[in-house]
């Protein structure tokens, strides 16, 4: 690992430093050998996770398959399980999924169900359950699909988020995956144990809202990217808890390349990037931005709001935070605009990216009062990119942001 | 200084010499685009800098815009079509508010800010049928000139539907009309509402007054006429309107680098 951050760039495998699926040379800083043994731990995320899991599995605990930040993680560590999530990001799992699927549907739904037909995500494979969720109708489709492959649960998520009727449908949802997964792993779900996994939950929620917010900085000292792939399959893995602890200690006064004042400072919003989707961050960031701030699933939404693990009824406390989520499922998502109006001004972007991958009929639709929040009232340049997971199109989403950042620079010098 | 604009879009390549203090176009040139981007383009300039007697040594400075800018090694610096047509227009109409610029392979629609800036912009480039590509085809399959187009328009009595929203269907659709009596006037007028129908769905509700057409589909005579229609709105036709991105160019080249502006403010 030893001089991994020095200027040689024959290095081959991973080198985070270089990282050679952005194609982005020099993207990142010199760095000392801690911030760089820091990143390579990131970097090699998916083997923690998979040592990890199967270390617990042989011990005896249950792996439990999630696919949307609605499902509270907490209940199922309280389950003593392992939530870990499964959403697809290649591109090479979509043509199996086409034969069961529409082509014209999400990406992100088609990988995940590819990834089941081709058996190739080895955490699907182990996992004792699926918990999935009403979310949209394409996702709620496939899961049909999907429960014929592996044992599933299915949350039903009512979706009008101020229906104080709906919030207690939803607390009853919880009490009824509290049940499945106690009869299905002969474990009493006390509330104690749900009180511990809240407070563990809120740790990485703190730590990783901490890292987020390091962004918010002249001189950020990470690029989106690298901020991004600090996301782990498995939440709480203690080691990772812990190098979250050192990235907060050792991170802040470094460097990165380009220097961050002649790039634009970007919020990106819409769809989340699992793990192998990051193609449009790497254009946006290797096209003159920076992204300051992720308001998607994959990024600051779903860690702004912990839960108090000291509420009378825990069930309802959790129930509450994860009903809060402003996913564009939800009608009215009034809690999402808020959100980048806020993330907007407090991370100070010089403008709005918004993602939507193609098919997805709620972000697209929503994205109207998105560019109208953004431009009419932020009074920041928009731009909303449309794509799939095929890297066909990434020159002409190169144009459109290279477009959108000459705009920004074009504001500023008036 | 003397600065140069060059446009490399899909189809044409297009060189300006620009006089950057009293913003005067000194010279200014068209090639039809080939496989070596750069080596054409470079030509272009030659001839253009010979044509003003300049020479190259008095360029201060390059600009490469359009489709292929990045293949042109010898310009200073790239900025992207966006941003240089709303530039050249706004020189030529300042107070343009909406651009709409159909060329050979994409189309796009700008909204412009008043002092010239891009407010917000849409662009197709995935496919061809909101093209001049649409016109080619349909030219070459009825024997016409690209120039004989804006006539037979207007001779027709009515314009035939044409459904496919792809040029390769579209060619057989043509064919099928041809076979079943439709005359190639009114096939063309047909073709002219799709194009322009095409560009009114991009661009949504988006249209503010004035708008100007570029592009070199804006030369094609009644393709102004088909737009107007379509869109509801007056048109302009712009100076000049294959030039308007390399102008662009060439007036930022001669601006304070755009890329030395500090982001944070
Ligand atoms: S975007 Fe919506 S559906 Fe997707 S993971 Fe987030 S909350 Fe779930
Ligand atoms: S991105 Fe949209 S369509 Fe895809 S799974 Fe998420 S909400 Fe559903």
Not at chain 1, 370 to 378: A, G, M, N, T
Not at chain 2, 49 to 76: E, P, Q, S
Request: hydrophobic share 40%; aromatic share 4%.
């Amino acid at each position: 690992m030893s001089g991994c951050c020095g200027k040689n760039n024959n290095i081959k495998e991973i080198d985070p430093c270089n990282p050679p699926n952005a194609g982005l040379s020099g993207l990142t800083g010199t760095d000392g050998s801690s911030v760089c043994e820091l990143l390579v731990w990131f970097h090699e995320m998916v083997d923690h996770c998979y040592e990890y899991a199967c270390a617990e599995k042989k011990k005896g605990r249950k792996l439990v398959g999630i696919m949307c930040e609605y499902t509270p993680r907490e209940l199922i560590m309280a389950a003593g399980a392992i939530p870990v999530c499964l959403c697809g990001g290649s591109v090479e799992m979509i043509p199996a999924a086409e034969h069961d699927l529409p082509a014209n549907l999400c990406p992100l739904i088609k990988s995940t169900y590819g990834y089941s037909v081709e058996k190739a995500n080895p955490f699907m494979e182990m996992a004792d359950l699926l918990v999935a969720e009403t979310t949209c109708d394409g996702k709620k489709k496939m899961y049909e699909l999907l429960a014929k492959r592996h044992p599933m649960h299915v949350l039903e998520l009512p979706q009008k988020p101020n229906n104080p009727e709906a919030f207690e449908y939803w607390l009853y949802e919880l009490r009824m995956l509290k049940k499945q997964l106690s009869e299905r792993f002969r474990v009493k779900i006390t509330d104690e144990a749900i009180r511990s996994a809240i407070v563990e939950m809120n740790t990485e929620r703190r730590l990783r809202r901490d890292l987020a917010e390091l962004m918010k900085s002249d001189s950020p000292p990470l690029t989106g990217r690298e901020l991004l792939d600090m996301k782990s399959l498995i939440s709480c893995l203690p080691v990772d808890l812990e190098q979250y602890e050192k990235a907060l200690n050792t991170l802040p006064g470094r460097k990165i390349l380009p220097k961050p004042d002649q790039r634009v400072r970007v919020l990106l919003t819409g769809v989340p990037l699992p793990h192998g989707a990051e193609r449009v961050m790497d254009v946006i960031e290797g096209n003159g931005g920076l992204v300051v701030c992720q308001e998607n699933c994959t990024g600051i939404k779903p860690v702004l709001e912990d839960v108090d693990p000291d509420a009378e009824d825990p069930l309802r406390a959790l129930a509450k935070k994860y009903f809060h989520l402003p996913c564009s499922v939800m009608t009215e998502n009034k809690g999402r605009l808020d959100s980048i109006r806020k993330l907007a001004g407090e991370y100070r972007a010089g403008c709005v990216i918004e993602l939507i991958w193609q098919a997805c009929i709620t972000y697209d639709v929503e994205s109207f009062h998105v560019r109208r929040l953004v431009e009419d009232e932020i009074h920041l340049p928009y731009l909303r990119i449309e794509t799939d997971y095929s890297p066909s199109d990434s020159a002409r989403i190169a144009t459109r942001v290279q477009a959108l950042f000459e705009t920004v620079k074009h504001r500023i010098k008036r | 200084m003397i600065y140069a604009g060059i446009d490399a879009g899909s189809r044409t390549v297009k060189a300006i010499l620009l006089d950057g203090k009293e913003l005067r176009v000194l010279a200014s040139g068209i090639a039809d685009q080939g496989i070596k981007q750069a080596d054409l383009a470079e030509s272009l300039l030659k001839d253009i800098l010979k044509k003003a007697g300049i020479n190259r040594k008095d360029v201060g400075k390059i600009i490469a815009t359009g489709y292929g800018r990045n293949a042109i090694d010898f310009a200073d610096t790239t900025i992207t079509e966006i941003t240089c047509h709303a530039c050249g227009v706004h020189h030529w109409i300042p107070q343009a508010r909406t651009v709409v610029d159909i060329g050979g392979q994409d189309s796009k629609v700008l909204r412009l800010e008043p002092d010239g800036g891009v407010r917000d912009f849409v662009m197709n480039d995935r496919c061809a049928a909101g093209t001049g590509r649409f016109l080619e085809v349909v030219a070459a399959k009825l024997e016409v000139s690209l120039n004989d187009l804006g006539g037979m328009a207007q001779r027709a009595k009515k314009a035939s539907a044409i459904s496919s929203m792809c040029v390769v269907f579209a060619e057989t659709e043509i064919i099928g009309l041809l076979a079943s009596g439709e005359t190639p006037e009114n096939i063309v007028a047909g073709v002219q509402m799709s194009i322009t129908s095409r560009i009114t769905s991009m661009a949504g509700r988006n249209i503010t007054d004035p708008v100007v057409f570029t592009g070199g589909v804006a030369l094609i005579p009644g393709m102004d006429k088909a737009l107007e229609s379509a869109i509801n709105h007056k048109i302009i036709i712009s100076p000049e309107p294959q030039m308007t991105g390399a102008l662009g160019a060439a007036i930022l080249a001669g601006r304070e680098g755009l890329e030395h502006v500090s982001i944070i403010g």
